[in-house]
């Protein structure tokens, strides 16, 4: 994530309409074109934590001589794209997507969540936001009041480092829809 400027040269974009998967740049998948980046390198959120996701795989995948993720055909990874963007309100998302690829898992415990695990969190109000996690957010007493995380959104005018916190009022995260996913390293993916 240390590739991508925060200065706002890398904007946030959510169209109303159309078939662009919120990318800055193509991501290709065996040989194929899977999403088109943006001319103008913005993105949405579950758009850049996949774009990175992608980028991460392809490095993997030199190190390790791998020739797929996992054994997905394009058409599987269109399934895992869209599990990893939501299919239903207040989802999981990337904990789906990892989980039914045999790729990651859902880290439960707070305490275990790690720099670089992908979230998806839901608000109090309905919206969601899908992001890497940075750091917690902690009160005097140490404990966790909220999470520093990194993604792309307008009020961090495109690519960014923000921090929210969880509450009742409805800008606040819902605990309750706050999910964390580990991917693992290639030699502990699961077979199918």
Same mark, same amino acid.
């Given at each position: ?9 890398? *904007? +946030? +974009?959510?169209?109303?309409? *159309? /078939?662009? @998967? ?5 991501? +290709?998948? @065996? ?8 001319? %103008? ?6 758009? #850049?934590?996949?774009? $990175?996701?992608?980028? !991460? ?7 390790? /001589? #791998?020739?797929?993720? /996992? *054994? ?18 207040? =989802?999981?998302?990337? $904990? ?24 998806? %969190?839901?608000? /109090? ?16 007493? =140490? ?22 916190? %969880? ?13 964390? !996913?580990? $991917? ?9």
């Amino acid at each position: 994530i240390s590739t991508y400027p925060t200065d706002g040269s890398y *904007g +946030y +974009y959510w169209p109303s309409s *159309g /078939n662009w @998967l919120g990318t800055t740049q193509d991501i +290709y998948y @065996l040989s194929q074109l899977v999403a088109e980046g943006d001319l %103008f390198n913005r993105s949405y959120c579950v758009g #850049l934590t996949w774009e $990175v996701f992608m980028q !991460a795989w392809e490095q993997e995948a030199a190190l390790n /001589n #791998l020739e797929n993720i /996992n *054994g997905m055909t394009n058409s599987d990874l269109t399934e895992f794209r869209i599990d990893w963007y939501v299919r239903d309100l207040f =989802g999981s998302g990337v $904990v789906e997507a990892v989980e039914n690829y045999g790729i990651g898992e859902r880290v439960t415990d707070w305490s275990d969540i790690e720099p670089g695990d992908f979230l998806q %969190f839901w608000r /109090n109000n309905g919206s969601g936001h899908n992001n890497i996690f940075i750091d917690w957010e902690k009160d005097s007493d =140490g404990r966790i009041v909220g999470v520093e995380y990194w993604s792309t959104q307008g009020s961090t005018d495109g690519i960014g480092y923000n921090s929210e916190y %969880f509450g009742t009022a409805e800008s606040n995260i819902d605990p309750a829809f706050f999910f964390a !996913a580990r $991917v693992y390293d290639s030699e502990n993916w699961i077979s199918e």
